[in-house]
């Protein structure tokens, strides 16, 4: 199994910080039909000039291929889960410094153990966030321990990759996923969330009181 980690928004908390932050997780036993379909936008609806960007970015990408890219993500077999975390519940002392690295950690262990289930072979890639070795080895610890907590059986051997989303196009996929998700909470805008909602088998919104 096949897993690809992505966020949008970011944790700020100034006036000009995004309200929300998602975490998404992309999930695929077939990682080939992703790059795919991000071969084929490339090939054949990007013009020349954007064919030579390392990578593609949903939020400076033209609508109508943000739109054709969803559509054939949409398509393919995977399975989508995500949490949203509106930051005006995030309690004060999480919200600076190095603290707001647990605080993604948190938000992430939420989603990922559960999603892992009843897998015996998982390779999980994150979108380095950081260059930094010791953040990244927290994050890897906190989140086999999450797993190592879960009763559910088997347990899952999990491998953890942090790579630059330029060189995976598992991460771009997840990406525009991601941001459409995003989207529909930060702007009201879900004609992208739309595409891709059938795929969608998890959406968890932190401190709500709904079901």
Known sequence: MFVYLDESGDLGFS???????????????DETSLKRCI??????????KLKEVPELKAHNTPPHIRKKLLEELSECNID????????EKVYPHLRYGMIKYKLYNYVTGMLLPGA??????VTVTVDRLTTK?????????????????????P??????????????????????????????????????YKIIEGKIKNEYEMYSNGP
Not at 15 to 29: A, M, N, W
Not at 116 to 121: D, I, V
């Open 80 to 87: 989508i889960h995500c949490v949203i975390l509106p930051k």
């Open 116 to 121: 892992l289930a009843f897998n015996r072979r």
């Open 155 to 192: 347990k899952p051997k999990v491998e953890i990759k942090h790579l630059d989303s330029k060189n995976s196009q598992g991460l771009q996929a997840c990406d525009f996923i991601c941001w459409s998700i995003f989207r529909k909470y930060e702007t009201e805008d879900d004609s992208y």
């Open 15 to 29: 006036d000009r910080s995004s309200k929300y932050f998602v975490i998404t997780l992309l999930k695929t036993k």
């Open 39 to 48: 071969k084929k936008i490339r090939r054949r609806k990007l013009k020349k």
């Open 133 to 153: 070795k010791i953040i990244r080895d927290d994050f890897d610890g906190y989140i086999q321990a999450k797993i190592e907590d879960r009763s559910f059986f």
